[in-house]
């Protein structure tokens, strides 16, 4: 009897041993239906990573044409622009055509003005002239008019 005992007690034992089996089976099942499930959620993530990835991968296409663009422009102002050389030429270049056409400039205005100054002096002397022979006349007339005894 004792053995029946020890062999029904490790029936029982045996059965709570494979009831909790099954518990643990169904714990299991439960737990790899949601591992597909997080597996299938993964699987859009990473279908939606690569449509991202995509568009990324042509953003960056685009970003380096844009690049090469921005580079021949920036290149091509560097090519046209003038340097501190060329604008330090250019000016003493100009500076030297100022100072010509000052100096071009000054000697016409005193070449004129020694020709007005010229002119009026000629005016003087004609004027100078005038008046001597205005006064002569006058002499003439005041002499006639003394003559005919008229007064003027």
Do not use: C, P
Not at 2 to 9: D, N, R, T
Not at 25 to 31: A, F, Y
Not at 71 to 85: M, P, R, T, V
Request: glycine share 4%.
């Amino acid at each position: 009897m004792k053995l029946e005992k020890e062999i029904l007690s490790a029936i029982q034992t045996l059965q709570g041993a494979v009831g909790s089996l099954a518990v643990d089976v169904q714990t299991l099942k439960k737990d790899v239906q949601s591992v597909k499930v997080d597996i299938g959620s993964m699987k859009v993530d990473i279908s939606l990573l690569k449509t991202d990835n995509i568009s990324i991968h042509e953003q960056l296409g685009s970003l380096k044409t844009d690049n090469l663009s921005i580079h021949e422009q920036l290149q091509f102002l560097i090519d046209q622009s003038a340097s501190k050389s060329d604008l330090y030429h250019l000016e003493m270049r100009m500076e030297a055509r100022i100072d010509s056409r000052l100096q071009e400039t000054k000697s016409e205005l005193i070449a004129h003005t020694d020709g007005f100054l010229q002119l009026y002096q000629k005016l003087e002397a004609e004027q100078a002239a005038l008046a001597v022979s205005s006064a002569r006349h006058d002499n003439y007339f005041d002499a006639i008019a003394a003559h005919f005894q008229l007064t003027l």
